[in-house]
């Protein structure tokens, strides 16, 4: 005599599924507070100062109240035409682009060699890049100095871009070769098997794969020559070739400092940036993305 076996009940729909005991909660089992509310404090923690910077800079001169307004852009124009931040600002857009081009182009060289040639010191070489990055600045401003002394060089902006190249070329030399070892030695080969020869095959196969990294490169280069102090105080003794950052140091004296005039421009030195970095955020994650996997 055959026995059917009745089918199992089903499990009610509304039966919260049971989590395995000694098991972490799923992120969708966290409680949003959980993650809003330290989010939240490092935001605020994170705009005060701006904030702050702000009011000094648009609040009239004297005023204690800690809203701006009546709202002024006095300072910005006694920094702008009175404090010569405009020729300041020309002079760190100068500066900047300039080490951007010259850093991407030399570290994309070197990066390259780096990562398609082998020769015997190569790891002794890539050491010694990474041990430049132990190096303060400020211990390369007497050496610096007397070479461009000797090459009569000083108070001139090509001292200051020349310097800053020379400072941020390990680093983006060893990042750009890291990127162009994730791009695979097959599509190089590919293009010379076409008739193309190295060069030829960089420029059209792997330069364009490049770009994410090479952006992000470029774009740090651009931020440290814009924010750099140390070269420019040394290097550069005309008012008419200072940058931005010596041009805010001329803003504090012993005696007094002007706090409205000190933060129109700081605001004047940080807008630039912030435009910059929120038109490449793009490529800037997905160059360190590409940039964090091994190739």
């Not at 009610?12 to 409680?31: H, L, N, Q």
């Not at 001169?61 to 404090?83: C, I, Q, Y």
């Not at 070329?169 to 190089?188: C, H, K, Q, Y």
């Amino acid at each position: 005599m055959i026995t059917e076996i009745a089918p199992a009940p089903e499990r009610v729909a509304s039966e919260p599924a049971r989590r395995p005991r000694g098991k972490r909660p799923a992120w969708d089992e966290v409680p949003r507070w959980h993650i809003y509310l330290p989010l939240s404090v490092y935001l605020l923690f994170t705009l005060i100062p701006f904030y702050w910077i702000l009011l000094f800079a648009l609040r009239p001169a004297g005023s204690t109240s800690l809203v701006p307004w009546p709202m002024t852009f006095d300072h910005f124009g006694k920094v702008w035409n009175e404090r010569a931040f405009g020729t300041y600002f020309q002079n760190s857009v100068l500066v900047g682009v300039a080490t951007l081009v010259m850093t991407t182009l030399v570290a994309l060289a070197g990066g390259y060699a780096l990562a398609r040639f082998d020769f015997r010191i190569k790891k002794a070489f890539m050491l010694a890049l990474l041990c430049t990055q132990f190096v303060p600045g400020a211990l390369l401003l007497v050496p610096l100095f007397e070479i461009f002394a000797n090459l009569r060089m000083i108070n001139s902006l090509a001292s200051v871009v020349i310097a800053e190249t020379v400072f941020q070329l390990p680093l983006s030399m060893i990042l750009i070769s890291g990127f162009i070892r994730n791009v695979p030695f097959s599509l190089e080969e590919a293009a010379w098997v076409d008739g193309c020869n190295r060069f030829t095959a960089f420029r059209i196969v792997v330069l364009p794969l490049l770009r994410p990294g090479l952006i992000a490169v470029g774009s740090f280069a651009f931020v440290h020559a814009w924010n750099h102090f140390l070269f420019a105080l040394m290097f550069l003794s005309d008012q008419g070739k200072q940058t931005i950052p010596v041009g805010l140091n001329t803003l504090m004296s012993a005696d007094s400092v002007d706090l409205g005039a000190l933060a129109a421009g700081g605001i004047i030195a940080a807008v630039p940036v912030v435009i910059v970095f929120a038109f490449i955020q793009k490529w800037l994650i997905t160059g360190f993305s590409a940039g964090a996997v091994k190739g």
